[in-house]
């Protein structure tokens, strides 16, 4: 079998051998940017014979910084897999975010109320948009159910912008929070805060523009009064998320391998699981070089594991584990990338005097709003060179 080159290059190219082991091996690169995509036999090899297994618990890597989000938020572990995943706040789309819930089966009416977003405005069921742009920012709105004439009203930050009738029914409460419609994106969230429920016997008809609050009485709201809805089967942790600012980074969730090297010829191996759905994200990286933050970037762009974004490695990575080692030999200043044991990449690296590994998601062009990756077996080897 032989492994069809899946990138085109122009530009000048050169041969050159390099001896390691014994062996002479006749490579061809591309001047470019140092990189060559090898075809060769579809033969699993053990790219482990010949390297030190070191250890690898908690005592030798750690959850990465500087993105600052609770490591509960961005981490797990468990049955020997870490899952990592980061999110994009402002990518909400085709989410409701708020209802009044119950309506007239007869119309086919589940609701008298919903208030979606899409692609960044505040809509009414799908129209009218009723705030153009509502991403990255805390508004107050006021719902009001005029039961006995069929009527709701709608304010954001003290401002009437829309009438709608009732759609009947004998029953009806408030949800708040996300719920995935038409259109939605991989990953919905919605914040809020200072919850009021209020009550009033009649309002005649007339509400202050300023405080649409005017002439309720305030109901108790806490814990005896909501409930995390159903029938979503997740857990509620994973549901309810605190989320934090002030990161100057890309979304990110990484774990840093705890050896730095300088010499010898380090490889990383771990089985890697990405869910469809990510992308525009480095899921694996060897950090450090001379001019530049980076020797390798493994990413995910439109299901295919690539090399930063110039050259397709895998074509279809989503939904299933695969076996990665990466080999780099620092005074050769070259990177060899294996997928379930076959070789499929071969680059130089980028200089620098220092460098260790990372593994997870980090956020790049095009990302998703949602990046999520799974790993286990993780092993870390050396080689010295004499």
């Known amino acids: 079998k032989q492994l069809q080159l899946v990138s085109s290059f122009t530009g000048a190219t050169e041969m050159y051998s390099r001896r390691r082991m014994g062996v002479a091996v006749l490579l061809l690169t591309m001047i470019s940017w140092g990189m060559m995509m090898m075809s060769c036999r579809a033969d699993e090899v053990d790219t482990t014979l010949g390297f030190t297994d070191l250890p690898f618990n908690t005592s030798y890597y750690h959850l990465h910084k500087p993105y600052d989000l609770p ?100 029953t009806h409460f408030f949800k708040l929070g996300v719920y995935g419609q038409d259109d939605m994106s991989y990953y919905m969230e919605a914040r809020w805060k200072d919850v009021r429920i209020l009550w009033g016997s009649s309002v005649n008809g007339v509400v202050d523009v300023l405080d649409p609050t005017c002439g309720f009485t305030e109901l108790p709201f806490n814990t005896s009064h909501y409930s995390i809805h159903k029938p979503f089967d997740l857990p509620v942790a994973q549901r309810m998320l605190q989320l934090y600012n002030g990161s100057t980074t890309h979304p990110r969730s990484e774990i840093k391998i705890g050896y730095t090297y300088s010499s010898g010829i ?111 077996g993780i092993r870390v080897l050396y080689k010295n060179v004499t």
Not at 75 to 88: E, M, T
Not at 288 to 316: C, D, H, K, W
Not at 337 to 350: E, I, P, Q, R, W
């Open 71 to 170: 490591e509960t938020q961005r981490y797990s572990f468990a049955g020997g897999v870490h899952r990592l995943w980061a999110f994009v706040p402002n990518g909400t789309n085709g989410a409701c975010i708020l209802q009044v819930f119950g309506g007239s089966g007869e119309v086919g009416h589940r609701t008298t109320l919903m208030l979606r977003v899409y692609n960044g405005s505040l809509t009414y069921y799908r129209s009218p948009v009723l705030v153009p742009s509502i991403f990255d920012r805390w508004f107050r709105v006021n719902v009001i159910h005029h039961v006995a004439a069929a009527l709701l009203e709608v304010y954001v930050d003290g401002v009437l912008l829309y009438q709608a009738p009732g759609r009947g029914g004998t």
């Open 266 to 376: 380090w490889q990383f191996e771990g089985q890697g699981y990405v869910p469809k759905g990510t992308n525009g994200v480095c899921i694996m990286q060897v950090f450090g070089a001379s001019r530049r933050a980076t020797s390798l970037m493994l990413r995910v762009y439109n299901g295919s594991l690539m090399y930063y974004q110039r050259a397709v490695i895998v074509p279809e990575i989503f939904d299933r584990w695969f076996r990665l080692n990466v080999i780099h030999d620092v005074e050769a200043a070259a990177l060899e990338v294996y997928v379930d044991g076959v070789l499929l990449l071969v680059v130089a690296d980028h200089g620098g005097k220092s460098h260790y590994f990372k593994f997870g998601v980090y956020g790049q062009n095009n990302m998703s709003d949602c990046m999520e990756s799974r790993w286990k």
